[in-house]
């Protein structure tokens, strides 16, 4: 809620809610809880009365600020309300009123333009308020789409990748593995006008015109199903539209049903005679260093000491890189390795992750891990052959979306030279 009365004023006038809302916003200001009751009391009283407020507004709300200003009561700026309330109800005209004039007491800011107001209110509602006027077919729309939007969502809205899948998934709501698309889960078809219109396409949001987001709309329905290719959808029959999952959503009804389950009287007996804080989170370190142990501590050095007890004939290089490496370096970046392991693994049991598996990595070729899906940059250093040595790691690591322009590795990068060398050999004992 705003901070004077002035700026709570003029809104106010526009309905009854809004004088709710005052009142809770003085609520906050600490007066007294019987004091809010009755000044809800004579709000209800003001009701009536409220429907069509308007023009001496301005007038009148520079009148309560000053009356806010001046300290003066409760009391007196109802009786301010009301009047003002009566004479605007008067004199009729539009409900929709400007903004707040600057703050008198701090001098702040200013009115905002209609043109501003309107670029911030897109929001479209369930039943279709707030849709500008327009129209588009499903047809128009797969155009639409293809050109805008395919290249992440796939042509039929399949989803390229792992960008979302906008089709299908009908009738697995119940299973383990949902598939929620815009078909099988989505309750309203306003909260696809809205999203699309808002937010996409990704990385060019609010560029689409509304006719092309109908027809994207209309598509996004065509492919799911639900309507035929020549579908036309317009802010005229939007409302009528009624979505596959419009009734898997249920008000919740926790706080009749579960709340008072847990909300039972705290036992407060018997309890201990004092309690003291020995300790903070923070300090104590939660979160202990060794944290993993199962899987990465305990891996490299089983690894290790098999790649030196077993050097294979084929790979004598190898053996001498990892007999040359230095153990405290190594030590060093099995810790930096924590920022990796998020993603990738390294030792006997390493698996492909979000990352490919890293083992051998140094002298292998780029992107050649078997069964991992590659971006097309590391594709096609595949292709061109490229090694990686602990240059090429080294340059990679401190800033692989630089270095590897279109690379799905989402990782900022290494700053400290140390950290690379330290990560890098701790990659080589895993042979490479
Ligand atoms: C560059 C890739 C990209 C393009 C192009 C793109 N989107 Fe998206 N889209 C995304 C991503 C990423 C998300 C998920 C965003 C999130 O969850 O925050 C998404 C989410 C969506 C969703 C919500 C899906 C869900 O189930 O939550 C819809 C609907 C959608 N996009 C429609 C479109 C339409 C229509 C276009 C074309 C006008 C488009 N997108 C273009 C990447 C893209
Ligand atoms: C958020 C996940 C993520 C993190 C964190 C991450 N990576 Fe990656 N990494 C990937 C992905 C995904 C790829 C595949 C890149 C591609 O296909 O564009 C990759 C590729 C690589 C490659 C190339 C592999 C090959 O076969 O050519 C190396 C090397 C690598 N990462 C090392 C590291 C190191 C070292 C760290 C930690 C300092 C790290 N990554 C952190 C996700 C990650």
């Known amino acids: 809620m705003s901070k004077s009365l002035n700026s709570i004023f003029i809104p106010a006038l526009g309905g009854v809610a809004l004088l709710l809302g005052a009142a809770y916003g003085l609520s906050s200001r600490d007066y007294g809880r019987d004091q809010i009751d009755m000044l809800q009391d004579r709000v209800a009283q003001v009701e009536g009365q409220a429907a069509t407020a308007r023009s001496e ?63 911030w209110d897109v929001d479209v509602r369930p039943g279709g308020i707030g849709l500008p006027e327009g129209r588009g077919d499903a047809y128009t729309g797969e155009e639409v789409f293809a050109e805008n939007c395919a290249i992440c969502h796939g042509d039929f809205a399949e989803g390229v990748d792992n960008w979302p899948v906008l089709a299908g998934g009908f009738d697995t709501l119940a299973d383990k593995d949902p598939v929620k698309t815009v078909g099988s889960y989505w309750p309203y078809l306003s909260t696809v006008w809205d999203y699309v219109n808002r937010s996409m396409p990704f990385g060019a949001a609010q ?62 007996e018997n309890c201990k005679d004092s309690v003291e804080i020995t300790m903070h989170a923070s300090v104590l370190d939660v979160t202990p260093e060794e944290e993993g142990a199962d899987q990465g501590a305990a891996m490299p050095e089983a690894t290790h000491d098999d790649a030196a007890a077993e050097p294979t004939s084929e790979e004598p290089a190898a053996e001498t890189a990892v007999a040359a490496l230095d153990p405290e370096l190594v030590a060093k970046g099995e810790k930096v390795f924590k920022k990796c392991s998020a993603c990738h693994q390294v030792g006997d049991s390493a698996k492909n992750k979000t990352g490919p598996a890293l083992n051998g990595i140094i002298g292998q070729t780029f992107g050649s891990v078997d069964g991992f899906k590659y971006s097309k940059v590391f594709r096609a250093a595949a292709e061109e052959g490229r090694v990686w040595d602990a240059a090429e790691m080294a340059e990679f690591l401190t800033k692989p979306k630089a270095y590897m322009k279109g690379t799905r590795m989402s990782f900022a990068g290494l700053k400290k030279p140390a950290d690379i060398d330290a990560v890098t050999a701790y990659l080589q004992s895993f042979g490479g």
Request: hydrophobic share 40%; with cysteine.
């Open 207 to 268: 560029t689409l015109e509304p006719d092309d987001v109908y027809a994207i709309t209309a598509y996004i329905l065509y492919s799911n199903d639900l309507v035929d290719d020549d579908f036309e959808l317009s802010h005229e029959n939007f409302a009528e539209f009624e979505m596959y999952n419009k009734d898997g959503f249920i008000v919740d009804d926790r706080a009749e049903t579960e709340y008072p389950i847990w909300r039972t009287e705290p036992c407060m």
């Open 57 to 119: 507004a301005e007038a009148e709300a520079a009148k309560s600020a000053e009356l806010a200003a001046a300290g003066s009561d409760l009391e007196a700026r109802v009786a301010e309300l009301e009047a003002a309330v009566a004479s605007a109800r008067s004199s009729g005209g539009s409900m929709t009123q400007g903004a707040p004039q600057p703050d008198t007491k701090t001098g702040l800011g200013r009115t905002a333009l209609p043109e501003e107001i309107a670029a």
